[in-house]
């Protein structure tokens, strides 16, 4: 059983990551920053964060990281905001976390795993979960926030692939989001200069500057101070709640509506993905 100082590290970082959606849905629906410089300031003030936490923590360098990895970071930070410009916040917390896992799995697949019976049961329901919450209603998301919040998540499942062996987490990611910066500058400037869209005001850079720096920066340095404490499943499943706490925010401040669809969806999206992540293997008897 994880220490109460673990449990209340993954709390806080499950929070802070939901904490991301809501900022972001509530800059591009109550604000008139644009969705490119939202992505550019979070991205800024993420790396300018985790920089300082790098530092502090025993004068420690900030490495780590790649070009490749970045760009998938700053493909799911672009994807992210460009989708909230339509999306609810819980309906987009479920999506992103549906094609991160759904990426993660398939790679998984591809590499020749091997899933169990109740396991292809749960990626089923999964798929059903997603596909009902997609087809065309009242109730259904956009389908142009919906499908740029889907290629944000297979962004972040590519991202976090490619850093499960990347060293000390915390630098990596710190390294990946400076680099992500200058690709960001260079969206911000297109926007501008090409389609004319460039806005700001204190409100929505005040709401940029938070989700890079806490519900980021923080996040991340508070969830990988947790994660080496964790047994992997719970690392795991505990990520479901994400989605969860992302609709209630926005139910709470957002004022946004809880529909059935929604509901039955993320109940068949997050239980699918559940029986995935803990239905393990029978152990092998040796004599």
């Not at 493909?75 to 987009?92: D, E, H, N, Q, V």
């Not at 060293?167 to 992500?180: E, K």
């Not at 090409?194 to 890079?212: H, M, Q």
Request: hydrophobic residues 55%.
């Amino acid at each position: 059983m994880p220490s109460p100082r673990v449990m209340a590290l993954t709390v806080l970082a499950m929070i802070a990551f939901a904490g991301n959606s809501l900022l972001c849905r509530a800059a591009l629906q109550h604000t008139s920053i644009d969705a490119a410089s939202f992505t550019t300031i979070r991205l800024i003030a993420g790396a300018l964060m985790l920089v300082l936490v790098v530092r502090l923590r025993a004068g420690s360098r900030v490495g780590g990281g790649n070009w490749l990895s970045a760009l998938a970071l700053f493909a799911y930070a672009a994807g992210f905001s460009f989708a909230y410009r339509s999306l609810p916040a819980g309906a987009g917390a479920l999506l992103l976390f549906g094609a991160v896992q759904a990426t993660m799995i398939g790679h998984g697949l591809l590499r020749g795993e091997r899933l169990l019976r109740w396991q292809v049961v749960g990626l089923l329901l999964a798929l059903a979960g997603l596909l009902g919450l997609l087809l065309p209603g009242l109730s259904a998301p956009p389908l142009s926030g919906a499908l740029l919040m889907l290629g944000a998540g297979v962004a972040w499942g590519v991202y976090s692939l490619r850093g499960k062996s990347g060293g000390d987490p915390t630098r990596v990611t710190a390294g990946n989001f400076l680099r992500a910066v200058p690709i960001a500058v260079a969206l911000s400037a297109f926007s501008a200069l090409t389609l004319n869209a460039a806005s700001l005001d204190s409100a929505g850079v005040c709401y940029a500057l938070a989700s890079g720096a806490l519900a980021s920066g923080v996040g991340y340095a508070i969830w990988y101070t947790a994660l080496p404490a964790l047994p992997a499943t719970n690392a795991a499943t505990v990520q479901l709640s994400v989605p969860v706490i992302a609709a209630l925010g926005g139910i709470a401040f957002l004022g946004e509506p809880l529909t059935l669809r929604l509901t039955l969806s993320s109940v068949a999206i997050l239980g699918g993905i559940a029986l995935v992540i803990l239905e393990k293997r029978p152990a092998v008897s040796r004599r």
